[in-house]
Nanobody, 122 residues
Framework: QVQLVESGGGLVQSGGSPRLSCAASGFTFCSYLMRWYRQAPGKGPELVASTTGAGGTTSYADSLKGRFTISRDDAQNTVGLQMNGLKPEDAAVYYC???????????????WGQGAQVTVSS
């Protein structure tokens, strides 16, 4: 079955540069759009970044461009999120998400990991 397992995060000092990783299994990874979402307490989910398979494109939330970098390794079935210059408002649970895609078209259901907590200390 489909599994998405996040790792990384934890307690990070403000200004720190943690990296999250998501290990995927149970589906054809290169055919899926991979996304990172985050959800802070009391707020709705926010799309952080996305990356298409097979050397495709990446996109970011406007507010995070330049600080966060998404990357994927289609040979290892992993997707990462490098976060730089962490701010208190970046504290959230970060979720890995996968949905089948062809070009810019997505279809079918999406899948979620269990989430990785990122806490920022000032």
């Amino acid at each position: 079955q489909v599994q998405l397992v996040e790792s990384g995060g934890g307690l990070v000092q403000s200004g720190g540069s943690p990296r999250l990783s998501c290990a995927a299994s149970g589906f054809t990874f290169c055919s899926y759009l991979m996304r990172w979402y985050r959800q802070a307490p009391g707020k709705g989910p926010e799309l952080v970044a996305s990356t298409t398979g097979a050397g495709g494109t990446t996109s970011y939330a406007d507010s995070l461009k330049g600080r966060f970098t998404i990357s994927r390794d289609d040979a290892q079935n992993t997707v990462g999120l490098q976060m730089n210059g962490l701010k208190p408002e970046d504290a959230a649970v970060y979720y890995c998400n996968a949905i089948r895609s062809y070009g810019s078209v997505v279809f079918g259901r999406d899948y979620w990991g269990q989430g990785a907590q990122v806490t920022v200390s000032s």
